[in-house]
């Protein structure tokens, strides 16, 4: 922030604060009776007649101070709370001596308490005619000077409170985000699931293929790792007699940020005891939908100038179908693989360190994924890459999984669970074979062997990203517009 010495305005609004601390004003009083937010009047009474008094309806307002055009004796100011914006009208003559010294040295930013009664201007706008006037907190450092959102980047994600202050499309954005979880925590309740909650900081992290943030507890002297995944704990839960449990929280990845990844982000996890993933597809579906509706009006939104339609069912591709289709090459010819990935890959392709199944994900992901934009299931993924996963029924090459994607982002993840201990544990050594060229590979976790070991039910689990389904029910095109704090270099 700038020096007072270089900030005339801030000068100016700091001279205001010790004036009214001079007048005997504390501008910082300990609270506020306030009666009604603004979203209340303006339903109430939007529908008077233009010139219309109410002068037997007296509300007190809090808010912040956005707009101020002086008019002689009188004043017109804009008033913003969390639901919305209210024109008030003054007579500065009709207020007290003290209000009428705390009206003459109020700024646009600063938060003040409001007693009048409701109004219809000539022109027609909903007003409040001030009867009383308080200021609640004088402020030092001056808005945005453009009340319309602000465009730097920087400043919008990195001063997130002049973000929500200036831009009411983004204030929305975060109401619905709230709105979303509340609609999934309904839709999982009304079906019998419990909310749990498993632990941030664990002693071996597992459940995803991820870097995972690390650090050190002193009183125990252990490495611990933040949390990538809760699936290890929430399938304890299953094993111990739960059997409908999610959770909605935390996961941490020490991996990039884009347009879709944040290192810290909200996930839901799902797992039901006596499913599969067929079942839960169709649970998936439902969810989303059901969700959808209940936030937009409709299972179909617009998501960067195009639909998206999440009405159920959605189509079902099998990865093998999906290389076929979009890569145009046998996803069981070695040599197609291989040299589909040298001729598509960004980066390059350590192909000798690369299994079969691997291989054919890659050429997926490359070649099939920037076509998924209406809902999709992709399903039926290769073993190697599926350590926590029943083998599927029809060909053990295969697992039964599922990824549905949207608007070409995968936004979620499904097994029918692995309950075979010694399959089990075969393919977690295996995972950590793998760890001195793999750093995302699956460690060894006895505690969570035990558990499959004393045994779990067949299940069937599921992951929803939240921010990905927030970014298409609000249309925003990047993750850090739908987190309230993204992750951000520390500024200098």
């Known amino acids: 922030m700038s020096d007072l010495n270089d900030n005339p305005i801030k000068a100016e609004k700091r001279k205001k604060l010790h004036a009214l601390k001079e007048k005997g004003i504390n501008p910082y009083p300990y609270s506020f009776d306030k009666t009604a937010h603004i979203e209340k009047i303006i339903a109430d009474f939007s529908s008077i ?23 002689g004796k009188a004043s017109f100011f804009n008033v913003q709370d969390m639901t919305g914006t209210l024109q008030c009208y003054v007579k500065v003559e009709e207020l007290s001596e003290k209000d009428k010294t705390a ?14 009664y409701v109004f219809k201007s000539q022109k027609g706008e909903l007003s409040l005619y001030v009867k009383t006037f308080e200021v609640l907190t004088k402020t030092l450092e001056p808005l945005p000077e453009k009340f319309h959102g602000i465009q730097d980047v920087e400043i919008k994600y990195r001063h997130r409170h002049l973000d929500l202050i200036s831009d009411p499309e983004s204030r929305e954005v975060f109401v ?15 079906r019998g699931f419990m909310e749990v909650e498993t632990p941030v900081l664990q002693p071996l992290y597992g459940g995803a293929a991820a870097h995972p943030f690390t650090t050190h507890h002193r009183a125990l002297d252990m490495k611990l790792y933040m949390k990538i995944s809760p699936e290890l704990y929430l399938k304890r839960l299953i094993v111990g007699g739960f059997e409908k ?37 169709t649970q998936f579906e439902e969810l989303v939908s059901t969700v959808c509706k209940e936030i937009t009006g409709s299972t179909t939104v617009n998501y960067q100038g195009k639909e998206v339609n999440f009405a159920p069912p959605w189509r079902r591709l099998t990865v093998l179908d999906g290389i076929k289709q979009y890569a145009e090459i046998d996803p069981q010819d070695d040599a197609a693989l291989d040299s589909y990935l040298k001729a598509n890959s960004d980066k390059p392709v350590h192909l000798d360190k690369l299994s079969r199944g691997e291989k054919q994900m890659k050429v ?17 993924h290769p073993v190697e890459i599926s350590p926590l996963t029943k083998i599927h029924r029809d060909n053990s090459a295969l697992v039964e999984r599922f990824e549905p994607f949207a608007a070409c982002m995968e936004i979620g993840n499904s097994y029918s669970e692995l309950n075979d201990p010694e399959e089990q544990r075969a393919r977690l050594k295996e995972q950590e074979s793998k760890r001195g060229h793999d750093e995302e590979a699956h460690p060894m976790d006895e505690d969570f062997l035990h558990a499959i070991e004393t045994g779990m039910p067949p299940t069937g689990g599921v992951g929803l990203g939240i921010e990905r ?3 298409i029910l609000t249309d ?8 309230f704090f993204p992750t951000m270099k520390i500024s200098r």
């Not at 997926?364 to 039926?380: G, K, N, R, S």
């Open 476 to 483: 925003r095109p990047s993750i850090r517009d739908i987190i």
């Open 469 to 471: 389904i927030v970014m």
């Open 176 to 190: 619905k985000r709230g709105k979303i979880i509340k609609a999934i925590k309904r839709f999982l309740d009304d």
């Open 49 to 71: 007649a233009a010139g219309e008094k109410k002068t037997e309806s007296v509300f007190r307002i809090a808010g912040r101070l956005m707009t101020k055009r002086e008019m």
């Open 364 to 380: 997926f992901e490359i070649a099939a994924e920037p076509h998924l934009w209406q809902p999709t299931f992709v399903m039926d």
């Open 245 to 281: 449990v999610y959770e909605i929280g935390k996961n941490f990845r020490n991996e990039g940020i884009d347009r879709s990844h944040n290192p810290e982000f909200t996930m839901l996890e799902f797992y039901e005891a006596y499913t599969d993933y067929n079942y839960q597809m």
């Open 103 to 116: 009206f003459g040295l109020i700024d646009l930013g600063d938060i003040v308490g409001l007693e009048g």
